[in-house]
């Protein structure tokens, strides 16, 4: 065993025995791709599995944050213990992330037994997914009984990340003008649960209808995602919401159903995985100098970009 | 020359002669990346980079399609070409795209010089944005004066897409509550110009307030985006619109601007185009059952997701 392996077994079983300064270490490293972060998630691998996991999303300003919160403190109540990866939309300007993950740590803080995570939507080219998958596997490994992730949905890096998830909550809220439709084309076929939220508002009734009608459109399976109203702020339809995610808990017990899921999951992520790792095999055999001196040469006509690929890839595979 | 070429050459002879019918013929192939579409675009790069391409973003509802028709009118009464290419969120349940393609075509139909294509959000994973890159060099070569890209403006995939052009429009809309920040997140930096639409509804005054708001707390360049109020519908502002256009094609006519911008975009788009082409040989080397089954295997935790990865990127450089 070498020494970095070892180093990485000791800081699995500490991670395992639910120590929260390991695990944000571990998570850190691993969002960073720190060298051993492969070693770590390998050896974690067999340990994951057992925690179910939630995907919420929705519009931003739908109460993602606030309803995520309730649910986690139902959860709590109930002696299961919660991870939330928070994905929020950054900005050079707003930092929104940053701030938003400090006043939600100050107030569950002294609860071990929820753990937030925030991470930003900003970054390299189709990290964001592979990241959250891999902080939820290290979550999943060392014992949270749950996994909520919630993210901004809408475009197709979201879907991407929802698509992590064992479930799929989708929250609307009313009011959003005739918009409903177009805002949750892609979003719509992924929901087992429909959330709408701010439903002490007017229109709540209006966006149930076109749910509703949506639906009645679709192909109908054995399971039809119900349609649960809530008021994050005040709790209210919180519990309801446990219970119907208690509800697809049981259907996804039915023989091959959750494996089927997962199974279809991890297709996918191994497709974004495989190209996450060619990607970072280019970078290396084309470096950043040498990248933008060839885009420039294209932007002058100099050179076409299809041969400069096609010349590139081939100096990819003979690496 | 083989045989290919010179058939590929004689397509690109005609479609650069403005035939509207060949010009649909080479989107389709290039966008479905037919046998001979990469030879189609070598050849046709060296005639590429005379249109000027100007992205236009804006959340679902904010009047894209109305506005880049208006754009498109005020264009042709200069006398100017038009590629319009529209993204549209496409949906299982409401096949959103083909509809609304159909009714614009309708009106467009009997002037040659507006060229409409539709595209899809969904479909292979990172491949939107090469397509719409590639759409947009034929239209750019086969001599378009503009190339106009709308699309929803959320969303890394998004941001992606609009990076391609030489301009970036953001369209707001007011009553968008108090999400206004959260929604800009990501695109608010690439703004070269602000639309608020719809400005004769209440509370255009307070989303142009926010939009200095942010620009203040911005570094600033030379250029500070103006913001233009219009009422897509009726064409108010319109003109004004096309006016603040035409000042940032004399800004970007500075010595190195153009190039610089078009160089900084070739370097992301080479990256896009190299992960996309190694995925595609990624997916040659692992066909769809063996993924499938190795999916499964994974979800049963007969092995771990980061060995596979490893041996198959071992697989695609040995092959």
């Keep these: 065993m070498s020494r970095i392996s070892e180093h990485v077994s000791l800081a699995s079983d500490q991670l395992r025995s639910g120590d929260t300064r390991a695990l944000s270490r571990a998570i850190s490293a691993v969002e960073n791709q720190a060298p051993g972060s492969v070693e770590l998630l390998k050896e974690l691998f067999p340990y994951s599995g057992r925690a179910l996991t939630i995907g919420i999303t929705g519009s931003p300003g739908a109460g993602k944050s606030t309803l995520v ?36 740590m100050q107030e569950h803080f002294s609860d071990p037994g929820i753990y937030i995570r925030s991470m930003a939507t900003r970054g390299a080219l189709g990290g964001l997914a592979r990241a959250t998958a891999n902080v939820s596997l290290v979550l999943d490994a060392c014992g949270r009984d749950l996994v909520l992730i919630e993210t901004v949905g809408v475009g197709q890096d979201e879907v991407d990340i929802i698509r992590l998830a064992d479930m799929t909550v989708v929250m609307l809220v009313p009011g959003m003008g005739d918009d409903v439709q177009s805002i949750k084309a892609g979003i719509m076929e992924i929901a087992d649960i429909f959330v709408i939220n701010k439903s002490d508002h007017e229109g709540a009734e209006r966006v149930e209808r076109e749910i509703r009608a949506l639906q009645s459109l679709a192909a109908r399976g054995e399971w039809i995602p119900p349609v649960v109203k809530t008021t994050a702020t005040s709790g209210a339809g919180v519990s309801e919401l446990r219970a119907v995610i208690g509800d697809f808990e049981t259907h996804l017990q039915k023989p091959g159903l959750l494996l089927d899921r997962r199974a279809r999951n991890w297709e996918l992520r191994l497709i974004e995985m495989l190209r996450d790792n060619l990607l970072d095999k280019a970078r290396e055999v084309i470096p950043e100098p ?27 595979s003979r690496s």
């Design 69 to 104: 919160d309730q649910l986690a403190r139902q959860y709590r109540r109930e002696n299961r213990t919660i991870g939330i990866i928070a994905i929020d939309p950054t900005s050079a300007f707003s930092g929104g992330a940053i701030l938003g993950d400090r006043i939600r």
């Design 290 to 316: 040498e990248l933008a001196r060839l885009a420039r040469e294209i932007a002058q006509h100099l050179r076409d970009p299809y041969s400069v690929i096609e010349q590139v890839t081939e100096k990819v």
